[in-house]
Structures are given as structure tokens and as C-alpha cells.
């Protein structure tokens, strides 16, 4: 599937195995800019190191200026260290089933994950904040 906007360059966002019994092949699923921006898609080459390649989002704590700072990016495998750090936090701290301390701490390296990826966008975007 591909982006009906085409604004751009267009970047994988999803990956998913499909196949008629015959064989298997890999869809692929990319998006511009705009869409990525508009949806807060996260690249497929950013996604979580246990991802199984669906749609990903940026969580709310990802403030939109930031959203769009990222898209800019493009691929950005670099950003994968930090959403693996974002993810799994966001997840803790949403956790009903997490001790409160253990929550607030998720949050604390939720926060710090965000000024990783604030970090990783160009120097002119930091201007902006």
C-alpha cells in the first residue's frame, strides 16, 4: 500500500506478511510526510525492536511540533534506541496493574525519552520549543 497524498518522499511505516496459501510475500506500507505527521506514524525502521511491523504510533507524550520534527527525519533508524526506551516507559506508566512508585518512574524515562528524540531532530527545530 502506498500513500495517496504522495507529498514527498514516501517512508515504510508497516510490514505484514501475506500470502495465499501458495507462498508467502511482504506487504509494505509507506506514507509521506504529511500523512505520517497527520496519523503520528512511526517509520518502520524506528519501530520498537519488538515490533511485528504493524502500524505504530507516537504516544501522546510526544508533543505534535515534535511529530512533525520527526517526519522530517524520514527513515530515521537512528531514533530506534529512544522508542525502545519511549515504548515500553509509556506502557508502564498506563499499567494499572504497576506499583504507583514503579508508574511515576516510567513516566520520569517517558519524559526522558522525549528529550532524546527532541535531541535527534536538526539544530533549527530546537529554536521552535
Not at 508467502?24 to 505527521?37: D, E, G, M
Request: proline share 7%; hydrophobic share 50%.
Amino acid at each position: 500500500m502506498y500513500c495517496e497524498a504522495t507529498a514527498g518522499e514516501l517512508v515504510a511505516v508497516a510490514r505484514s506478511l501475506v500470502g495465499d496459501g501458495s507462498g508467502r510475500s511482504v506487504w509494505v506500507s509507506h506514507a509521506c510526510a504529511p500523512c505520517r505527521i497527520g496519523a503520528r506514524l512511526v517509520p518502520l525502521a524506528a519501530h520498537p525492536s519488538g515490533s511485528s511491523g504493524g502500524l505504530c504510533y507516537w504516544p501522546h507524550v510526544v508533543p505534535h511540533e515534535l511529530v512533525v520534527r520527526l517526519a522530517e527525519l524520514g527513515d530515521a533508524p537512528e531514533l530506534r534506541p529512544v522508542v525502545d526506551q519511549l515504548f515500553p516507559a509509556m506502557a508502564a506508566a498506563s499499567s494499572r496493574v504497576v506499583a504507583g512508585r514503579d508508574r511515576g518512574a516510567a513516566v520520569v524515562a517517558a519524559h526522558a525519552a522525549v528529550l532524546a528524540l527532541w535531541a535527534a531532530v536538526p539544530a533549527d527545530a530546537e529554536e521552535e520549543r
